[in-house]
């Protein structure tokens, strides 16, 4: 078990290593951002400084190793707008963010997975077809599209709510319902699915054959087994809490994480990008850290195969 | 030297079964057909360029809207044509997404390809090149490198031809691998087979099927990725018009001219669900195994 | 160099790792220990022995699929070419293997005639109509009609298919084949069929066969020599009939008394003890806690392959003993 931890631990770090690394080559190769924050007709002499403040005239591999060196410290650069420390400019959005996400999650589980196991139960029912209509749509409708429908009808044509901006717990209405119903569609098709899987399994109509109450058989083979697949689509939104509002905090003027990284993609703000790609990876790395260990706790099968083979 | 005796029979499937087609399924691939067709005509049926201005008819409501008949979907602010405007963006997303589409299978199989042919070392690396991918929402991945490399079509579908890569790599790893242990792989490896011939003309065409199927999946995400992008600004530039940056200049006059936004919105939704269909159907009849 | 030895393997022995669990130690598995063998041409040398006793390991590394921890395999003079190189791909054109499950060797997604055709391309020989012409001949030659040739591997019988596989590895008339339980996956019905094949194919084109299986009725059936082997080393090796008539190890004997015998009323040897696991080789002589005249010094040492007489060789301390069964 120790080792299988681990190995978990080893592979977790390297992925971060890549996001660093894939965050400075794509960040510094992409163009010169001297040229891209002055204006083309600066002085050389004022391009050249901003250089030097900047330590863009160092050679990549020392830039790389500086900039590695000071990640490792907590120093995660400077915002080429405003000079304030990248780090502060985004952990001061981070709770914005969390005030939609956290509640979307909590609907997403909520509802998704009931609905799913309810279908399951009933399968091939009028509700099993109703949550699996919803469930395709949900899929099927993006975001922005959801968001931008239920501000027509809500703001626009009803006027009951804000369609945008962030003041009162009203305006988080519409951006936590657009965030809630995609994922709860798709962890019920999930949830059903799994369901279904460990249903057909012998030993589920061994123990009903048995006689053990269906009530009992589903409590306490069919969800567990159930629960491993699931367990790895809900780190996912877990893991996501960060990152998963880009497009509806844009839809609703939302001023969080993902509006910032908009923005500071616009303004090739390389210190801020930096910044979120990695505390979005490290969000999403620990949760499937986490679901891994999990699924080990879960089934001891999968522990052995995966620390034995890694295939 | 793939060009040989008897290339077309490599690929010729057994024949299978017919089966009645689910109404929805139909519809579904009804949809696909009308929506290749508009791509495919879109200068001949459109009743006006996608960028002709008509500055007399500035955001002219629909016909179902009490507008004329002029312009059946309404215009915009600029007094373009939303419906012409509409045929070149479902043109533009199409050929984004199928050009993404196919070069995300032919790169992930590649590396499935590769890890299970060498093993050892490049499996390792191909495997946490997997692992790095699952660790970053593509859209943030690619919002990363859109902005820094700049804007161009040929990046743009490239940049999302990545996105599921990853799920090719290891459907590709994981059939080859058990096609190369014993059987047929195995047996023309041993006919003294090139490596490139065992890939190619055997195990591909084996795998085929899987590989189609997972196309189909993916492609609607690919449809939602690339209007998502585009709607945020920074996917398909104008004067080019693809169906999410339609989206993204129509919420601007979401209060005055809904419709605007609403022809898009509408193309999004059926045609990711008529792919979703179909390819689900697909799946089911093909090859349950992939879930 | 003498010129009848087609293929002469010296003392190959293969291991693999394998690990137990999750915190288990990596286990060595000697699936092949010290292995010499010499097939010549024109002749058919049979390997007998149980599942796991390493016949098919050894049958892969004679062919070049597999390369030998330790020994050398020559063929034809000359060492075997590393896997994958120019030198060994072109040598496939000479070396033929054949499969147990004729419908997993064959491409189900390709017809039969292309299958065929597929070595003729690979070793680019012959043009596309000979090569048609080439396919027809090999067809007729292992006894299917031309027009099964269009047909895919799931159309074929059983039978019909290990025909293909046969065919296939004509194509490049090669000198040397290796069949690895080719019979065992058919209907009994067909198996003698495709037995007499294979003779006649042999007789016809000429090419030393490695014949294995773990049958020794159906080795003795199509092999000049016989040799068996148990845990990865060879334990008796002879004429077969000389083999069934008087075999000299003990588990060449229970093997001998293991084939039922019309009019002879049964002396059957039941061996004592596990089957063998490679994992665990027992030291000295591998068979010895089976063993039904095993003494100390079998516990200690390896007995080593001897020339008895006759062109027999043996591996046992207690060769020279008198015959078990007669004692029994």
């Known amino acids: 078990m120790l080792r299988f931890i681990a190995t978990r631990f080893a592979r977790a770090l390297v992925t971060i290593v890549m996001v660093v690394t894939f965050a400075f080559v794509v960040l510094r190769l992409s163009g010169d951002p001297a040229l891209l924050i002055m204006s083309v007709d600066a002085p050389p002499e004022a391009i050249a400084a901003f250089r030097q403040a900047w330590g863009l005239d160092e050679p990549l591999w020392q830039q790389y190793l500086k900039y590695f060196g000071a990640i490792v410290q907590g120093d995660l650069g400077r915002s080429m707008r405003d000079g304030r420390d990248a780090i502060v400019l985004v952990t001061e959005r981070i709770p914005a963010t969390l005030a939609l996400t956290l509640p979307a999650l909590a609907i997403k589980l909520g509802i998704g997975i009931p609905a799913g196991v309810y279908a399951a139960l009933h399968r091939n029912s009028l509700t099993d077809r109703l949550v699996m209509t919803t469930a395709v749509l949900g899929f099927t409708v993006p975001s922005f599209v959801l968001g931008l429908l239920l501000v027509l009808v809500f703001a626009v044509q009803l006027g009951w709510l804000p369609s945008g901006g962030q003041g009162t717990w009203r305006h988080a209405i519409l951006p936590v319902i657009t965030l809630g119903v995609g994922g709860a569609a798709v962890l019920a098709r999930f949830t059903r699915s799994a369901m279904l899987e460990v249903l057909g399994q012998p030993y589920i109509r061994t123990a009903s054959a048995k006689g053990v109450p269906w009530r009992l ?21 877990v893991g996501s809490l960060i990152a998963g509002a880009v497009v509806v905090e844009s839809v609703f003027s939302w001023p969080g994480v993902g509006r910032l990284l908009v923005v500071a993609v616009a303004n090739r703000d390389l210190a801020v990008v930096q910044c979120i790609l990695l505390l979005v990876a490290a969000t999403m790395v620990t949760s499937n850290l986490v679901v891994d260990l999990l699924y080990g706790a879960l089934d001891p099968r999968l522990r052995q195969m995966r620390a034995g083979g890694a295939h | ?48 360029a996608y960028t002709a201005l008509d500055l007399r008819n500035r955001l002219s409501p629909p ?22 405007r509409l045929f070149f963006s479902i043109r533009m997303s199409l050929l984004i997404a199928f050009g993404a589409t196919i070069i995300g299978a032919a790169f992930g199989t590649t590396m499935g390809f590769l890890a299970a042919h060498f093993r050892g070392v490049v499996e390792q690396a191909v495997l946490t090149l997997v692992d790095f991918s699952a660790s970053l929402p593509f859209l943030i991945l690619a919002l990363a490198v859109l902005a820094f490399f700049g804007n161009s079509l040929m990046l743009f579908i490239v940049l999302l031809g990545f996105h599921a890569w990853e799920r090719y790599a290891r459907i590709a790893r994981g059939l080859a691998i058990s096609a190369g242990a014993q059987g047929y792989a195995a047996a023309v490896r041993q006919l003294g087979a090139t490596p490139l011939r065992v890939y190619w003309r055997h195990i591909l065409p084996n795998i085929a099927s899987t590989l189609i199927i997972s196309m189909t999946l993916a492609f609607p995400e690919v449809i939602l990725l690339e209007s998502g992008l585009s709607f945020l600004g920074l996917g398909v530039q104008p004067p080019a018009t693809s169906l999410g940056n339609m989206l993204g200049y129509g919420r601007e006059y979401l209060t005055r001219a809904p419709w605007i936004l609403l022809a898009p919105a509408f193309t999004i939704i059926l045609t990711t669900l008529a792919i979703s269909l179909v390819g689900d159907w697909l799946r089911d009849r093909v090859d349950p195994t992939l879930r | 160099m003498r010129d009848a030895s087609l293929l002469e393997a010296k003392g190959l022995v293969r291991r693999y790792t394998m690990r137990r669990g999750l915190l288990g130690r990596s286990v060595d598995v000697t699936a092949v220990a010290g292995v010499s063998l010499r097939l010549e041409r024109g002749r058919t040398l049979g390997l007998v022995g ?23 395999v020559a063929f034809e003079g000359r060492p075997m070419p590393t896997p994958g190189t120019q030198a060994w791909r072109a040598l496939r054109a000479r070396m033929q293997m054949v499969f147990q499950d004729p419908l997993g060797a064959l491409d189900r997604r390709m017809t039969i005639a292309a299958q065929v055709a597929e070595p003729l391309e690979i070793h680019r020989i012959g043009d596309t109509a000979e090569r048609a012409f080439r396919v027809e001949a ?33 194509a490049t008339s090669p000198a040397m084949m290796v069949c690895d339980e080719p019979i065992s996956a058919l209907d009994v019905s067909i198996q003698a069929q495709v037995m007499n094949l294979l003779v006649e194919l042999q007789a016809e084109h000429g090419m030393g066969l490695l014949f294995i299986s773990h049958d020794l009725r159906a080795v003795r059936q199509v092999s000049e020599r016989v040799a068996v082997m148990y845990l990865g080393t060879i334990v008796e090796e002879g004429p ?36 063998p696991n490679p994992a665990s080789r027992p030291s000295g002589c591998a068979f010895h806690p089976r063993c039904p005249i095993a003494t100390a010094r079998c516990a200690r040492e390896a007995p080593a392959l001897r020339d008895t007489h006759e062109g027999r060789r043996v591996a046992c301390h207690h060769a020279d003993a008198p015959v078990l069964a007669e004692v029994a």
């Not at chain 2, 089966?19 to 399924?25: D, E, G, I, K, N």
């Not at chain 3, 001998?256 to 039941?270: K, L, Q």
């Open chain 2, 63 to 84: 016909v179902f809207m009490d507008g004329n008949w002029a312009h059946v979907l309404g215009t915009d602010e600029l007094g373009r044509d939303v419906l012409s």
């Open chain 1, 217 to 237: 058989v589903v409590r306490g083979h069919a969800l567990p087994n159930a629960a491993i697949p699931t367990v790895t689509i809900v780190g996912f939104m």
């Open chain 2, 1 to 48: 030297m793939s060009d040989s005796v008897l290339p077309a029979a490599a690929v010729a499937a057994p024949p299978k079964p017919r089966t009645r087609l689910p109404p929805a399924v139909a519809l579904g691939i009804a949809w696909i057909g009308l929506m290749l067709a508009v791509a495919l005509l879109a200068e001949v049926i459109s009743p006006y």
């Open chain 3, 240 to 275: 077969p009939d000389a083999l069934l008539q008087d075999a000299r190890h003990p588990y060449t004997q229970a093997l001998v008394s293991a084939i039922p015998h019309p009019g002879r009323s049964s002396n059957r040897i039941v061996l004592q003890g596990d089957p």
């Open chain 3, 138 to 170: 090999l067809l007729r030659n292992v006894g299917l009609r031309p027009d099964q040739g269009a047909r895919y591997p799931h159309e074929l019988s059983g039978g019909q298919r290990q025909r293909a596989v046969l065919a296939r590895a004509l």
């Open chain 3, 50 to 72: 149980e599942s796991g006793c390493g016949k098919s390991t050894t049958g892969r590394m004679v062919l070049g699929m597999e390369v030998p921890d330790a020994g050398s």
